[in-house]
């Protein structure tokens, strides 16, 4: 029997996700798959690409105005900050992985680079051999200094200036209600796999 092939995909914006499940498995398979309780329709579609979309963009775009600031990464960033906002500009590793949501071994690979710029420097902790304290150094504190007004002002620039005082209280708002339904013991991934597991395919071949 001669084969042909068909597309069962869509075009990104023409449809959502439920009707490429819908054409791809078949209307009795979808409805096992896909029970009435976890369908999302539409618009919630539109809604949650929407808010991946932003998360995405203006991650990058706060990342690239680092670079051009200070020469330091986003995850670099993250790190300097926790550990200049303590008293003695020093963390326990396994406390700034606690602060950071990150896994331990994440922490441990960003500080090793960090350590070889000379941004910060490890130490042994005196009452725990098997831990470390993670301190900024010279270097490592100048770039804080020198891109801190800049990222606030970036931070302003694309989130706060655009929306309303009551349009900050919504989100912060969401934003708590959705963290609080999170589950504190689902572990930490890294966030290119989230922005990858969010991406829906645009098109899907099979054969007839």
């Not at 902790?125 to 800049?150: F, I, N, P």
């Not at 013991?185 to 989230?194: E, K």
């Amino acid at each position: 029997m001669a084969q042909e092939s068909c597309v069962v995909g869509v075009e990104v914006g023409l449809h959502s996700e439920t009707t490429f499940l819908r054409h791809a498995t078949g209307a009795a398979l979808y409805h096992w798959f896909m029970p009435a309780d976890t369908e999302i329709s539409s618009e919630e579609w539109a809604a949650w690409r929407s808010f991946i979309d932003m998360r995405r963009r203006l991650g990058q775009t706060l990342e690239r105005e680092l670079q051009q600031a200070g020469d330091i990464s986003g995850p670099e960033y993250e790190i300097l900050m926790a550990v200049f906002a303590e008293p003695n500009r020093r963390i326990r590793a396994k406390n700034l992985a606690e602060h950071l949501g990150w896994e331990k071994s994440r922490v441990s690979h960003q500080v090793t680079r960090m350590e070889k710029r000379g941004l910060v420097e490890r130490t042994e902790c005196d009452t725990d051999l098997r831990g470390s304290w993670v301190g900024l150094t010279a270097d490592g504190k100048r770039a804080v200094l020198g891109t801190m007004r800049e990222h606030s002002a970036s931070i302003r620039r694309y989130f706060l200036d655009v929306l309303t005082a009551e349009e900050l209280r919504v989100f912060a708002d969401a934003s708590g209600r959705i963290l609080s339904a999170i589950s504190d013991d689902c572990p930490a991934i890294d966030d290119d796999a989230v922005a990858n597991a969010t991406t829906p395919p645009v098109a899907h071949t099979v054969d007839a």
